[in-house]
């Protein structure tokens, strides 16, 4: 499918989403550095499990609200919060306050909108994109995002340190142009059942709102092949979030200075943090070169090999990782790592695309979220981990997860291949 036969809702999100994860990834892969000087590694891991609880939250009421409430009106509500979340942080992070804590809070409520956004914005996909079509689109909203990544991280080795609350600010500002221009140029997707459920709904009180949303939980824990997805989605993650908690505390505290190149007496060298910039870009820059195409080559293979095949290889990427201490060597690691990204990004989304009834499809859409919301809500006590077993048997114990994802994707293909036999 071409951009050119895109929805337009489709090519409005294209761009303003990726402008904003520009300057979000300015900032992003510093925070559990910001945040562990603050508060110390074992605060910080109990924080941001405090601060992604919540988020999870706040994913499975995006998910019920955008089946109930449009999926523009709450794309609309989450970007004008998450500009609010990250207006406070600029605040806390600025000369005239410097509170860390402040900033914290709104961290967390910027991630809970940011929990909001997502359900809504790929049950839009769904809404607009034929199935055939699905994992295309969503290869190249991915690869848009890591264009954003080859960015953002070496804008922020440089800005970020000196001038925090800048950023920041510029982020808040992007969050709130984003949501007036949905607002005045989306328009709604959602299904006609849904609007009509909702018209004739809409005089109930609350707690039925309540109960209708765990109920219609209850029926997506009771299959067992989403919920085995879900599960080894989780486990996964723990290996891939890394990539934004612990690998910058890893190389800030174990690479002193790194040779990039050298010529004669003269060398470019990078201190840790600034090397760990380098490394993020670079694993932007080859998901934004390669994802269309490791995307069409992974339709020759079936489903089953492209998941457990991504686990194993980020299984090996995390070890070798934690095993190097060279740019080069830091670079093969991440180039094995983001070969594991791409294996199963476009086709995991329109995996639940295939699984999800039209009338859950948001619902669906944010449970399926739960690999990434609960994930990270796990992922940062890989922080305090590492301070009680040290470093190389934390990325040992993270690899030995995510070859125990594969395991669980291998039982839920074998459950899968039996129902649709």
């Known amino acids: 499918m071409r951009m050119k036969d895109w929805d337009m809702n489709l090519k409005i999100r294209l761009g303003g989403e990726t402008a904003f994860n520009v300057i979000f990834w300015t900032f992003f892969p510093f925070l559990s550095i910001y945040f562990a000087s603050a508060f110390g590694k074992g605060w910080t891991g109990f924080l941001l499990i405090l601060s992604q609880a919540l988020s999870v939250l706040a994913n499975l009421l995006g998910g019920y609200c955008a089946d109930r409430f449009g999926r523009?009106?709450?794309?609309?509500?989450?970007?004008?919060?998450?500009?609010?979340?990250?207006?406070?942080?600029?605040?806390?992070?600025?000369?005239?306050?410097?509170?860390?804590?402040?900033?914290?809070?709104?961290?967390?409520?910027?991630?809970?909108?940011?929990?909001?956004?997502?359900?809504?914005?790929?049950?839009?996909?769904?809404?607009?994109?034929k199935e055939e079509h699905r994992s295309s689109v969503f290869a190249i909203f991915y690869t848009a995002a890591n264009i954003s990544v080859v960015i953002g991280p070496l804008i922020g080795s440089i800005t970020y340190d000196d001038n925090p609350?800048?950023?920041?600010?510029?982020?808040?500002?992007?969050?709130?142009?984003?949501?007036?221009?949905?607002?005045?140029?989306?328009?709604?997707?959602?299904?006609?059942?849904?609007a009509s459920r909702q018209r004739t709904s809409s005089g109930e009180p609350w707690y039925r709102f309540l109960a209708a949303q765990l109920r219609d939980y209850k029926i997506i824990a009771a299959d067992r092949v989403f919920l085995l997805f879900i599960l080894a989605g989780v486990l996964l993650s723990q290996t891939f979030m890394q990539l934004d908690l612990l690998f910058p505390v890893f190389m800030e505290e174990t690479v002193s200075l790194a040779t990039i190149f050298s010529y004669g007496e003269w060398s470019l060298q990078l201190t840790g943090k600034q090397l760990f910039g380098l490394i993020v870009s670079e694993n932007g820059l080859f998901v934004a070169l390669f994802t269309v195409i490791v995307t069409k080559w992974m339709l020759a293979y079936r489903d089953r090999y492209v998941f457990i095949g991504g686990a194993l290889f980020y299984a090996i990427g995390i070890v070798m990782f934690g095993s190097m201490s060279t740019f080069w060597g830091f670079t093969l690691a991440i180039a094995v790592f983001t070969l594991a990204e791409l294996m199963s990004a476009g086709p995991q989304q329109a995996f639940v695309s295939r699984l999800a009834p039209e009338h859950m499809r948001g619902q669906y859409f944010a449970a399926g979220s739960l690999r990434f919301t609960l994930g990270r809500t796990l992922a940062p006590l890989s922080i305090?981990?590492?301070?009680?077993?040290?470093?190389?048997?934390?990325?040992?114990?993270?690899?030995?997860?995510?070859?125990?994802?594969?395991?669980?994707?291998?039982?839920?293909?074998?459950?899968?291949?039996?129902?649709?036999?």
């Open 72 to 129: 523009k009106r709450m794309m609309v509500l989450a970007a004008l919060g998450q500009s609010i979340g990250y207006g406070l942080f600029a605040l806390a992070a600025s000369p005239l306050l410097d509170m860390p804590a402040l900033g914290f809070l709104g961290f967390s409520f910027a991630s809970m909108a940011g929990s909001l956004y997502w359900p809504a914005s790929q049950a839009m996909v769904a809404d607009v994109v």
């Open 384 to 421: 305090p981990v590492s301070s009680w077993i040290g470093f190389t048997w934390t990325f040992l114990l993270l690899a030995g997860i995510a070859v125990l994802s594969a395991g669980l994707y291998h039982l839920m293909f074998n459950r899968y291949e039996r129902q649709t036999a």
């Open 165 to 194: 609350y800048v950023v920041l600010t510029a982020a808040s500002v992007f969050c709130l142009i984003l949501s007036l221009t949905m607002s005045r140029t989306l328009h709604e997707t959602l299904p006609e059942q849904l």
